[in-house]
């Protein structure tokens, strides 16, 4: 059986469609991507068009399908790559929530790039969250690359300097994969403080969807997600103002960013990172539920 399979019949006409997506695992700090991506599904109510069967992509024993109950009928839930159509004014979309495999990557892209085809999409542009040495006290930074100027002032995003070479995610075998077939492609790239691990993060998927409908010029309703940022980020101050070493970290990096205006370096000395990650998460645990 091929691994996608097209839903929608009769399928829905597309003009030119801009494909948004976002992988969840090494690429989603803190579930930024694949939240803002959720996210913009739901307010929408998206229409699924089609999905990638995950069979062969997934090592079950490292992403377990989970079990529920519908009504009295016990069902399991597998991992989910599914495409998603939604018209924001004259502007056809389609999204894509999925999940980064374990296996056979190349076959994986094809069944991307298939949709990419089918639909004739004019531009991919793909959701990322990364940690990085950033104060959350500060504006979330996104970073990221567009087509053209236009595109890149419009989105507010940040261009990182040098020319980075190792170890990638699926978002950039796809990236090249699109260079290659000449897709325009654009990265846009949440900023997450790395002693802010803790999962979701709306913060962080509020500033990727911000970024994103400037540069597309297209609207969705944003208060609930804006409610559910400031919930988080009450909660880290005061995490954070229980906590000496993390306060003072903190305040070397606000130092950092104010003098440079730019994406930081890292400090000369940090502090045990993991006790600071550890004392933040275990305050978050013991808040309230917060936002979901």
Known sequence: MAPLRYLESPEPELNEPILIGAF???????????GAAKYLIDRWHATRIAEIEAEDFYDFTQLRPTVKYIH??????????????????????????GIEPHLK??????????????????MVVSLGSMFVDYPHTRPMRVTGQAPNEELQEKAGLYTRGG?????????????????????????????????????????????????????????VPLTRMMRHATAFESQLNEATAKNSEVSE?????????????????????L??????????????????????
Request: hydrophobic fraction near 40%.
């Open 24 to 34: 969840a695992g090494w690429s989603d700090a803190g579930g930024g991507a694949s």
């Open 72 to 97: 009295d009928v016990r069902v399991i839930e597998w991992p989910q790559n599914a495409f998603y159509f939604h018209r924001a004014g004259e502007r056809d979309l389609i999204l894509f929530n």
């Open 105 to 122: 990557w190349k076959t994986y892209i094809r069944s991307f790039m298939d949709v990419v085809e089918h639909y004739k999409v004019s």
């Open 163 to 219: 020319r980075y070479e190792g170890p990638t995610g699926i978002n950039g075998v796809l990236n090249a994969t699109l260079r290659d077939m000449d897709v325009q492609a654009a990265t846009i790239w949440a900023n997450v403080p790395h002693y802010v691990s803790a999962s979701p993060n709306p913060p962080a998927s509020l500033a990727l969807i911000k970024a994103l409908t400037a540069m597309l010029d297209i609207e």
């Open 249 to 269: 970290y903190v305040r070397s990096l606000e130092e950092r960013i104010d003098a440079e205006n730019e994406i930081i370096r890292p400090p000369a000395e």
């Open 271 to 292: 502090p045990a990172t993991e006790n600071l990650v550890q004392d933040v998460e275990e305050f978050l645990r013991r808040s309230s539920q917060g936002p979901q």
